[in-house]
């Protein structure tokens, strides 16, 4: 117990130094956070045998002690993977500084003027599994908007975590950051988590990253804001209008190009009418990829003449599930509004997708369909903060409140009023 009663108290202090570095780097001008981000992006490449061999150290172990594929292909770091890595801080630092930015700004009849002016949050914590990505993702993110950060990531990454988070403070004091801005837990006690979660004198936001189990227990359990997603969902509905080429396109690079991770296709829905033409088609697509088709009756009955297809009946658990893997459940449905309804029932508000050319159903698909990300003709893989000009996220959220979809830099801020008056008093 002394030694936990330690590493609180050790936690404690990495938290209130990440407070003091918030105050600082508010001021931080972008100069210097930029160098910061070049500084890291150029450390992740001159480091980067270090980060590969400890990279291969935890994910050795994890394989050892029976972790899926899906997590061990997030978990694993090579030489491309580390060059995107350090291509996205790049692009961060290449973005529009979001501090500081006045808008809203209008004059009253009284002649105050009054708008807004973007701020940090303040400090930005992380509680996060598998992906060693997200430790640069969100130390990025979190400097450039003016954040202080404090890095929680799984046992399962902690030697390539603890050597990426000594490359990411090694760059910031060496661009002059305001020291404590970017924190580590390097102790995996569980209870150091329930412990950072009761920091809410010093933690503005918690942000968790990881499996349906993790995001509820922070939201449970945290006694500061929460902003939660990345569980995902996601389905494609085959409209009768189809243009029938595109959408085999589309559902295969959507289930085929990661299958392992949140954004990847799940489910897809084919309108009666096509049923017959196009699910063939598709699935001798699917089929060169291996992947597994989880099928109702109607589709069943237009399939099962190929032998050759990885055909399995569907269960109720098929729908509204995330496979993380090359499976893929398949339904025909009479109508759009079927395929609405089932979307509502088993979307996890994520990214849905419609493939059709019939122009007023793709306005009703955006207008009612409630997700984070609503796709006309495209592949659900687009929701990623890189692909929609982010440069990174810190995570994709599938809620309402205070961001939704990937967030980046704006997402990482707030705003204070600020009001210019000439003698103004109030009557």
Request: include cysteine; charged fraction near 25%.
């Amino acid at each position: 117990m002394e030694n936990l009663s330690q590493a609180i108290e050790g936690l404690k202090l990495k938290a209130r130094q990440a407070r003091a570095a918030a105050h600082r780097l508010a001021f931080t001008p972008t100069d210097t956070k930029n160098k910061a981000l070049l500084n890291i992006a150029e450390g992740l490449i001159a480091h980067r045998g270090e980060i590969l061999a400890a990279n291969r150290k935890d994910y050795d172990t994890a394989k050892a002690a029976g972790m899926n594929e899906a997590m061990l292909d997030r978990l694993m770091l090579d030489e491309k993977r580390l060059t995107g890595i350090a291509s996205d801080t790049r692009t961060v630092a290449s973005l529009p500084d979001p501090v500081g930015e006045i808008f809203d700004m209008r004059t009253m009849p009284n002649g105050l003027i009054i708008g807004k002016k973007r701020v940090p949050i303040g400090v930005i914590g992380a509680i996060y599994e598998s992906r060693p990505n997200v430790t640069v993702d969100i130390a990025a993110l979190c400097l450039k908007s003016g954040n202080a950060c404090i890095l929680r990531g799984g046992k399962e990454t902690i030697n390539s975590n603890t050597v990426l988070v000594r490359v990411i403070q090694e760059a910031c004091a060496g661009a002059g950051m305001p020291d404590g801005c970017v924190q580590f837990v390097d102790n995996t006690d569980h209870a150091l988590v329930e412990a950072m979660l009761r920091m809410n004198e010093y933690i503005d936001l918690m942000i968790p990253r990881g499996g349906a189990g993790l995001i509820n227990m922070v939201r449970e359990k945290a006694s500061m804001a929460v902003v939660a997603g990345g569980i995902g969902v996601c389905h494609t509905y085959v409209d009768r209008s189809a243009d029938l080429k595109k959408a085999v396109a589309i559902i295969y690079n959507a289930k085929v190009q990661r299958p392992t991770v949140c954004n990847a296709l799940d489910c897809v829905l084919v309108h009666r009418d096509v049923a017959g033409s196009f699910l063939p088609t598709m699935a001798e697509e699917l089929n060169k990829a291996r992947v597994e088709l989880r099928c109702d009756e109607r589709a069943m009955a237009i399939l099962r003449a190929n032998s050759s297809l990885r055909l399995v009946p569907a269960v109720t658990e098929d729908w509204g599930k995330e496979f993380l893997a090359l499976i893929l459940a398949v339904k025909v449905v009479d109508s759009i509004d079927e395929a609405l309804a089932h979307i509502e029932k088993y979307g996890s508000g994520h990214s849905e997708a419609i493939i059709t050319e019939d122009y007023a159903n793709a306005m009703r698909f955006l207008d009612e369909v409630d997700a984070a990300a609503v796709y006309v003709n495209a592949s659900t893989r687009f929701t990623d903060g890189g692909q929609f000009g982010l440069g990174a996220e810190i995570g994709i959220s599938t809620q309402k409140l205070h961001a939704r979809g990937p967030m980046g830099l704006k997402e990482l801020t707030s705003y204070k009023w600020i009001i210019f008056g000439s003698g103004q008093v109030r009557p």
